[in-house]
């Protein structure tokens, strides 16, 4: 039976984060999140509480997966930021899943611990690494980071009509922009 209730509240995980990342929280209908998991509107309220019970769960285990996927590399702060990119194209629902947070949940709900815990290691981690002389200490530990997530993300930020401009460019130049940002923003 315990494997039948993991099941399920994976199946709900995943048909969330397909909901989520396509109709963001207010667009999302549990209707068609339960149709997609082959579960019921009930285990939905039960294993989550809510629809935006599940949306924090979808997001809270993004975070967790890129951690794991894209460790912080303090001394190699280009290529952490190259591997971000790296994620986000292995994952893109991520990044919209991040700008429906940002515009629908962000400033409506506590904020999620896992997020206030991984960005302080991720401070922590860049602070250290300035102290010990690793990283040029120009900016600010929280800063620094701000601009090395920022970078990293820019090509999932930008409009479909910037992209259009940009069609030719390869993965690849586009990932070597995002690193040479960095060294740059080091140097």
């Known amino acids: 039976m315990v494997g039948d209730a993991e099941a399920t509240k994976r199946r709900l995980l995943d ?3 397909a909901e989520f990342a396509k109709y963001g929280i207010a667009g999302a209908r549990v209707d068609r999140i339960a149709a997609a998991a082959a579960a019921n ?13 599940l949306f924090d769960a979808v997001f809270d285990e993004f975070v967790a997966q890129t951690l794991r996927e894209v460790p912080i590399d303090p001394a190699d702060l280009p290529e ?3 591997r971000l990119f790296d994620g986000y194209l292995r994952h893109p629902e991520l990044t919209r899943i991040a700008s429906w947070y940002r515009l629908e949940r962000a400033e409506t709900s506590e904020p999620l611990q896992s997020i206030l815990k991984a960005n302080q290691g991720k401070v922590d981690a860049i602070a250290q ?15 620094l980071l701000a ?14 009509e910037y992209h259009d401009l940009v069609r030719s460019e390869t993965v690849e130049h586009r990932r070597k922009v995002i690193t040479d940002a960095v060294r740059a923003l080091l140097a």
């Open 41 to 53: 509107k009930a285990q939905i309220y039960h294993y989550f509480g809510s629809k935006e019970g």
């Open 15 to 17: 048909a969330g984060t």
């Open 147 to 160: 601009l090395v997530l920022t970078i990293a993300g820019m090509w999932t930020a930008m409009t479909p």
């Open 129 to 143: 690494a300035q102290a010990d002389g690793v990283l040029p200490s120009r900016f600010d530990p929280a800063d």
């Open 80 to 82: 952490y930021a190259g």
